[in-house]
């Protein structure tokens, strides 16, 4: 039989709202749901179609996985027009309705449009049991089958145990920009769970394919409907606040709460997704993740992160709003452009847990917007905690301290990831407390902020391409605020040149530290004299060379002459025994050692004096005094060593 529409002239102004169809009625199936479709602008999304549903004062509360009358809702309207994503909002909250579960909704919508001309039953069963409808027309022959088949619906809900399944929902408060699946993976073996700071859990599941998942479940996920409902007047009322503030969110929550309501949990929710990174904060909190990416396009990508080295998928996801609004955001706090006229933003924010590196693209560098994340550490790091993590070992620690305690010109390399900025960050502690620090970053990662709290004197020039000093500006500006130490974090264009102009013209004995891609000594000459057109004479300024990889040190290597080439040899070699001494120091035939001697100081004193800071170093590992205070502070037989003279 035919379906007769006579309405369907309704819905060609595409954005009216559905609800005004015969099949949406009061005197319907007791839904009171009100559908309409809507193309949002500017979110770096384009041709896409929402359907939005909103589910106030509906007793199926929109929720499609468990209300047959809200689902049979959502697939009439797309019965007669596909949408990208379904969303359904009810009592502040949102369920987001995309990739499989979308997918599975419109292509009842089309099941439903195109069997209907054969049979009324089947059409109608497919509106509230899509699972068993698609089951019921596999088993048949003819156009039931068919039709299942090239409308996508029998693949669609392959595998799917019932409507739990296929349709599962990421949600949240409606004043958050992520949304979280509650349910885990389908056949899903729970391997580990643990708890974030924040108050955020975490399972980590074993699945389908070969990543694992990381499965996120926030306080707000724990929320009745009423104390959400609560929470999104309470971000009306901060919005209306004349006061504004860090106590702002907690006013805003009082005035709307109830007895018996999780105030402080709500007052955290609310800060979190109004003046912090809402869900992504849980993420950021948590001690075992390293990154975290969210690829382009958005609407396709769950969040992923790296939990312990390993990636894993993640239950989060970002919409496009989500994403327009992170966007938005990271353009406020960095100051710096990001559009399509300037597509890529490198940034550091500010986050509750610590501080975080973002890399952000858009069109016409990406497929839309993606976000890349690297937490930061809270605690800062020293060579005695490098120690104890087994980054490098003691001999090679008591060498490095004393050679950027006497004014060392030396590049730490590595690849993506390697470590190279915490071992940077790291040797800065080693110069004298008395000396004077100027670090020269694009984004800020290097702990000054650290070092001026422990009473050093730290200084952070800013430089990047809008209205900041170039690097080389930027170097002639360190020079004319007087003596001290140069670092230039992350060499890979002019801030070679800038660098090697601080160790060339650089005042005598002060140490200019610097960090460069480069999987070995070779490959940093390689980079920076071809790459980055350092002359090699200049390159030859460079004392050591540090190498790490997966945070661990493969070499320490010091430069020497031979032919008017510039020429490597180790002192530390990683070797399947760990980081092993090549003997050159020991034999007395370290230039590196050599050059390290205040005047009149013989070559083994100095020797002594690395050994001495390595026993030291060893000590203060084995001990567990690492953070800054306790490791500076723990060995006065050391002084002599570190308050003389530089080179």
């Known amino acids: 039989m035919r379906f007769d529409r006579p309405w369907l002239s309704r819905l060609e102004g595409g954005d009216a709202p559905l609800s005004s169809l015969p099949w949406l009625g009061d005197d319907g199936d007791g839904c009171r749901c009100d559908p309409s479709f809507r193309e949002p602008v500017g979110t770096g999304v384009d041709d896409r179609v929402v359907l939005?549903?909103?589910?106030?004062?509906?007793?199926?509360?929109?929720?499609?996985?468990?209300?047959?009358?809200?689902?049979?809702?959502?697939?009439?309207?797309?019965?007669?027009?596909?949408?990208?994503?379904?969303?359904?909002?009810?009592?502040?909250?949102?369920?987001?309705?995309?990739?499989?579960?979308?997918?599975?909704?419109?292509?009842?919508?089309?099941?439903?449009?195109?069997?209907?001309?054969?049979?009324t039953r089947l059409a109608e069963r497919v509106t509230r049991e899509p699972v068993a409808a698609a089951r019921e027309a596999g088993g048949r022959e003819g156009p039931p089958k068919r039709i299942a088949a090239e409308t996508g619906l029998a693949e669609t809900v392959a595998g799917a145990a019932g409507p739990a399944d296929a349709?599962?929902?990421?949600?949240?408060?409606?004043?958050?920009?992520?949304?979280?699946?509650?349910?885990?993976?389908?056949?899903?073996?729970?391997?580990?769970?643990?708890?974030?700071?924040?108050?955020?859990?975490?399972?980590?599941?074993?699945?389908?394919?070969?990543?694992?998942?990381?499965?996120?479940?926030?306080?707000?996920?724990?929320?009745?409907?009423?104390?959400?409902?609560?929470?999104?007047?309470?971000?009306?009322?901060?919005?209306?606040?004349?006061?504004?503030?860090?106590?702002?969110?907690?006013?805003?929550?009082?005035?709307?709460?109830?007895?018996?309501?999780?105030?402080?949990?709500?007052?955290?929710?609310?800060?979190?997704?109004?003046?912090?990174y809402g869900a992504l904060e849980h993420v950021f909190a948590d001690d075992r993740v390293s990154d975290a990416?969210?690829?382009?396009?958005?609407?396709?990508?769950?969040?992923?992160?790296?939990?312990?080295?390993?990636?894993?998928?993640?239950?989060?996801?970002?919409?496009?709003?989500?994403?327009?609004?992170?966007?938005?955001?990271?353009?406020?706090?960095?100051?710096?452009?990001?559009?399509?006229?300037?597509?890529?933003?490198?940034?550091?924010?500010?986050?509750?847990?610590?501080?975080?590196?973002?890399?952000?693209?858009?069109?016409?560098?990406?497929?839309?917007?993606?976000?890349?994340?690297?937490?930061?550490?809270?605690?800062?790091?020293?060579?005695?905690?490098?120690?104890?993590?087994?980054?490098?070992?003691?001999?090679?620690?008591?060498?490095?301290?004393?050679?950027?305690?006497?004014?060392?010109?030396?590049?730490?390399?590595?690849?993506?990831?390697?470590g190279k900025t915490t071992a940077l960050g790291s040797l800065l502690w080693e110069l004298p407390a008395e000396t004077r620090s100027v670090l020269i970053e694009d984004t800020p990662e290097l702990p000054s902020g650290a070092l001026t709290a422990a009473g050093r004197d730290a200084q952070r020039l800013r430089v990047g391409d809008g209205a900041e000093p170039s690097p080389s500006e930027a170097v002639r500006t360190a020079l004319r605020l007087g003596g001290g130490a140069i670092v230039v974090g992350e060499v890979r264009g002019e801030e070679a040149r800038a660098l090697y102009e601080a160790m060339r013209v650089g005042a005598a004995g002060e140490t200019v530290l610097g960090t460069i891609h480069g999987e070995d000594p070779p490959a940093v000459r390689e980079r920076v004299v071809t790459d980055l057109g350092v002359p090699l004479a200049s390159f030859a300024a460079t004392d050591l060379i540090v190498v790490l990889d997966d945070h661990r040190v493969r070499t320490v290597a010091e430069i020497v002459g031979h032919d008017g080439e510039a020429a490597f040899e180790p002192l530390f070699e990683r070797t399947e025994t760990g980081l092993t001494a090549s003997g050159r120091i020991d034999r007395g035939e370290s230039r590196l050692v050599e050059s390290l001697a205040r005047p009149g100081e013989p070559y083994a004193a100095v020797r002594e004096a690395v050994d001495r800071r390595a026993d030291r170093v060893r000590e203060a590992a084995r001990t567990g005094r690492v953070a800054p205070g306790r490791y500076l502070d723990g060995d006065e037989e050391d002084t002599g060593d570190r308050g003389g003279e530089g080179r």
Do not use: Q
Not at 215 to 224: E, F, M, N, Q, Y
């Open 293 to 418: 990416t969210l690829s382009a396009p958005v609407t396709e990508n769950p969040l992923r992160v790296v939990v312990d080295g390993e990636r894993c998928r993640t239950n989060v996801r970002l919409p496009p709003e989500g994403a327009a609004t992170l966007a938005s955001r990271l353009r406020r706090t960095s100051g710096r452009g990001f559009s399509r006229a300037s597509p890529t933003l490198d940034a550091t924010i500010e986050t509750e847990s610590g501080r975080v590196r973002v890399a952000a693209t858009t069109a016409p560098a990406s497929d839309g917007l993606s976000f890349t994340f690297r937490r930061g550490d809270p605690d800062a790091w020293t060579l005695a905690r490098l120690v104890d993590a087994g980054t490098v070992t003691p001999a090679a620690a008591g060498l490095l301290s004393v050679a950027v305690e006497r004014g060392v010109t030396g590049l730490i390399a590595g690849g993506r990831g390697a």
């Open 167 to 276: 349709l599962r929902a990421h949600a949240g408060p409606t004043i958050a920009a992520t949304r979280v699946a509650s349910a885990p993976p389908p056949e899903a073996t729970l391997v580990d769970r643990w708890e974030v700071d924040t108050g955020a859990t975490v399972r980590l599941y074993d699945g389908e394919g070969a990543l694992r998942t990381y499965h996120l479940t926030p306080p707000s996920s724990r929320l009745d409907d009423e104390a959400v409902a609560r929470l999104a007047v309470a971000k009306d009322r901060l919005l209306d606040d004349p006061t504004g503030g860090e106590r702002a969110p907690g006013r805003a929550v009082r005035s709307v709460a109830t007895a018996g309501d999780p105030v402080s949990t709500l007052v955290d929710v609310l800060r979190r997704h109004t003046r912090g």
């Open 52 to 119: 939005a549903v909103d589910a106030d004062g509906c007793p199926g509360r929109g929720d499609l996985a468990a209300s047959p009358d809200c689902l049979a809702t959502v697939v009439e309207a797309l019965t007669e027009r596909d949408a990208d994503v379904i969303r359904t909002r009810h009592a502040g909250r949102e369920r987001t309705y995309a990739g499989r579960a979308a997918a599975c909704l419109i292509a009842a919508g089309r099941f439903r449009e195109r069997i209907g001309f054969h049979e």
